[in-house]
């Protein structure tokens, strides 16, 4: 007998929320990723990200696009100081990403938005769940009543209010929430 799907709301849109929402739909489960940035375009977050084996693990397992490469081996890793001159170096072999890469391959594999970081987007399997990346909201509280847990939402682009309903909620916002 199978278990019956979960309806899952994850608050915010980083990439620990699309790491979570693309794990939970594989496993059958609908997942809403409600962000309050108002457009899908993020421009900016170029930073470099060393991707560590928990990292690379999730991506081995759940990573669709096995074509198109995610990172880059690095031999060592550069501390640099106010000037930009290096203050320390260390020698350790590792897997170096950006910001940008990551949320746009994620988002390749959660719902399927085409970037110019992944031109195409993977098939997933008949057996995964529905994903919603809904951007514009900002949620402003949440409750538990007798059967779901209930999600209130501010639509930042028209104003309006509304309420979602799940099974579970998932808070990973990032250091731009309130």
């Not at 693309?22 to 421009?43: D, F, P, W």
């Not at 081995?60 to 060592?76: F, G, I, M, T």
């Not at 990973?172 to 929430?177: C, L, Q, R």
């Amino acid at each position: 007998m199978t278990a019956p799907k979960m309806h899952v709301v994850t608050v915010g849109g980083s990439l620990a929320a699309l790491m979570h929402g693309i794990a939970i739909k594989r496993q059958g489960h609908n997942v809403t990723i409600l962000e309050q940035h108002q457009s899908s375009t993020r421009e900016g977050q170029a930073a470099g990200i060393v991707t560590m084996e928990h990292s690379q693990k999730f991506l081995d397992r759940h990573d669709l696009l096995k074509d198109q490469p995610y990172a880059v081996n690095c031999s060592s890793v550069h501390i640099l100081d106010k000037n930009l001159k290096v203050k320390l170096e260390f020698q350790r072999p590792m897997m170096m990403s950006s910001w940008n890469v990551l949320y746009y391959r994620l988002r390749a594999n959660f719902d399927g938005l085409a970037s110019s970081y992944c031109t195409h987007t993977p098939a997933e399997p008949s057996h995964v769940g529905r994903a919603v990346y809904d951007q514009g909201k900002r949620v402003t509280n949440i409750h538990h009543d007798a059967q779901y847990v209930q999600v209130h939402v501010e639509d930042l682009v028209n104003r309006s209010t509304s309420t979602v309903s799940a099974d579970q909620v998932i808070v990973a916002d990032g250091s731009a929430s309130r």
